[in-house]
């Protein structure tokens, strides 16, 4: 039996995966790849000082850092209790949230933006549209949306890394991922190719602007 599925599409397995190895997790990932701090600085660049984002999946929290010295102001969120930990530790707000049936909504407003990278590669594939509709729920429209996930085909369990666990991800074409945000509230949609991290695999990188009229 394949194990339970847990928050956001994410197995429980994957969660506790992740929950067992977040410091070493955290000190192997903490310099910002070049690809990542050149789509922040762009990122940035179009939204303005002061613009609000909610980032899925802050793990260490080394985006948000980035972000915040950009000038953007950053909501943080995991939904690994480890990374939620670690962060409070450091002295960052930051939410346990399930993007799939938690409350995303901020008190001051539609975001900005959303960023996600490498984060939602761990979501189901049929629990992906409600994640990212329920993300330009939350998004002004104009907004902007950035994610990463891996290419490839189907779905699959992988140890590897510094997580000595099994996490389980979803692969992505570009054509497939693209017609799915299109069809979630999302238009202007841009993929690129990139090859990243230890093992040489290639990433699908994605832009998009939140509709005028909601999904």
């Not at 802050?58 to 962060?87: I, N």
């Not at 990463?148 to 992988?158: A, I, N, T, V, Y």
């Not at 992505?172 to 991922?177: C, I, M, Q, T, Y």
């Not at 945000?181 to 093992?199: P, T």
């Amino acid at each position: 039996m394949p194990p339970r599925r847990g928050g956001a599409g994410v197995s429980d397995e994957t969660v506790r995966s992740y929950d067992r190895d977040a410091a070493a997790y955290v000190a192997r990932t903490a310099a910002v790849p070049d690809s990542v701090r050149a789509a922040l600085e762009h990122l940035a660049e179009g939204l303005g000082p002061g613009a609000r984002v909610i980032e899925i999946g802050s793990g260490g929290g080394r985006d948000a850092l980035l972000m915040e010295q950009l000038g953007l102001a950053v909501r943080r969120t995991d939904v690994t209790p480890a990374f939620v930990a670690l962060l409070r530790e450091q002295g960052h707000a930051c939410d346990r949230l399930d993007p799939l049936g938690d409350d995303l909504a901020s008190p001051d407003g539609p975001y900005d933006a959303v960023w996600a990278n490498a984060s939602l590669l761990h979501v189901a594939r049929t629990e992906l549209p409600t994640v990212l509709r329920r993300l330009a729920g939350v998004t002004r429209p104009g907004g902007l949306l950035r994610i990463s996930l891996k290419e490839g085909d189907g779905e699959g369990w992988s140890t590897h890394g510094t997580i000595s666990g099994p996490r389980h991800f979803t692969y992505w074409r570009a054509a497939d991922v693209e017609a799915v945000v299109r069809a979630s509230g999302w238009g202007d949609v841009e993929v690129r190719q990139g090859i990243g991290g230890d093992r040489g695999e290639t990433w699908l990188e994605l832009s998009a602007v939140r509709d005028g009229v909601s999904p």
